[in-house]
């Protein structure tokens, strides 16, 4: 429910407001002057102020102004009534910032019109954010992923030179080496990362290509094999608990490569060193399915619906190695094949299922 907040001196007039808004549907909250209202519109962050001119303390104008200059109300929708019907009062409302300027006595129907489509256009401009922000991404992740590898190239050419030539005398050099390549290593699993995420809309463009195209995968062949992977490179191998059946699925073995060592890698990353990392995979009629726990500090609902790509989510106050991608390229790749993907959280226990359609 979108909650307004009414900033009028008169009890009565905020009251008949209050339920007008109620009446349609709206969260109204009040405040009885100006002073007031700046602090609950810095508390509750409404979506839309409506705000009279004339009030003690602090006027309506003075209201706006301070709301204008912070960063948490600075785009929230304004609209004065007031019975200050002078041009120059009106120009001098809409030129300090307001998005309407209704006069009193006013049209409750016009007014809620008013509301209405200030609420609709904040709502076009925050998709327009939310759409040039991926694009934004998509073009990040396309791009760097290339410049990266030639760098890494570069560096592993000549430090693997210099293992070669200084490495058996000198033991730091060798241990300084080994160190490059396996950064290295996870520096182009990242870069790989990215430029599968950029190609994710394409992908989904032609998705029913890669349905008739008919990559089977066989499950038995990559789970195992990469959980072992990935949990050696946790030196986590002795918390590995895994029991699978065997299916063949309708899914590109690269993407679910990656799905299972997203998931694994998370679970490892997430929970301490000694505790169990269960991995069972399961044949039903029509799914198979997979379901990764782990025993570390899970997310918080607003946390999980909050997933998206370069977010990271942490308990305490060591960050995690890498860019927030990996669960929002598992959607991704979920979504691209027809799988259903879902987190399921608590305070001690996190655990990702991941459904693939069977071969039908």
């Known amino acids: 429910m979108q909650r307004i907040l009414i900033i009028e001196d008169e009890p009565a007039i905020r009251k008949q407001l209050a339920q007008i808004l109620r009446f349609e549907g709206f969260e109204p909250l009040e405040a009885a002057n100006g002073k007031l209202g700046v602090e609950a519109a810095l508390s509750s962050v409404p979506d839309l102020i409506v705000c009279d001119i004339m009030m003690p303390e602090l006027d ?5 102004l301070a709301l204008r200059e912070n960063l948490k109300t600075a785009l929230t929708p304004f609209i004065f009534v007031t019975a200050k019907v002078a041009v120059h009062d009106r120009r001098h409302g809409m030129e300090e910032g307001a998005d309407d300027y ?3 006595p006013y049209d409750p129907d016009a007014l809620v019109g008013s509301i209405r489509r200030r609420l609709e256009k904040r709502a076009r401009q925050i998709e327009e954010g939310h759409r040039q922000a ?5 073009a ?4 760097v992923p290339q410049v990266f590898s030639e760098a890494l190239d570069r560096i592993t050419t000549v430090t693997n030179l210099v293992a070669r030539k200084y490495g058996e005398d000198d033991p730091q050099v060798s241990a300084m080496h080994e160190v490059v390549a396996q950064e290295a290593v996870r520096l182009r699993r990242m870069m790989r990362r990215l430029n599968l995420y950029a190609q994710l809309p394409q992908l989904y463009t032609h998705r029913f290509e890669l349905e008739k195209n008919g990559a089977f995968a066989k499950q038995d062949a990559v789970l195992e094999r990469i959980a ?3 949990c050696q490179s946790w030196h986590r191998t002795a918390d590995l608990v895994i029991a699978s059946e065997q299916a063949q699925l309708p899914i590109r073995e690269e993407h679910l490569v990656l799905l299972v060592e997203e998931l694994i890698d998370n679970a490892c990353k997430f929970s301490a060193l000694g505790t169990p990392i269960e991995i069972a995979g399961h044949s039903q009629a029509e ?6 726990t782990n025993r570390g500090a899970g997310l918080s609902a607003d946390q999980i619906a909050q997933i ?18 990996g669960l929002a390229l598992t959607q991704g790749i ?5 799988c259903e993907f879902t987190l399921c959280s608590g305070a001690e226990l996190t655990t990702a299922i991941l459904l693939v359609p069977r071969e039908t």
């Open 140 to 143: 990040v992740a396309a791009s």
């Open 60 to 64: 309506g104008f003075g209201v706006l």
């Open 228 to 230: 072992r992977c990935v």
């Open 308 to 325: 998206g790509a370069f977010k990271q989510f942490w308990n305490g106050n060591k960050k995690p190695q890498g860019l927030g991608l």
């Open 102 to 104: 209704i006069t009193k």
């Open 287 to 292: 799914f198979w399915s997979v379901k990764v």
């Open 134 to 138: 991926e694009e934004v991404s998509l």
């Open 334 to 338: 979920a979504r691209l094949h027809g």
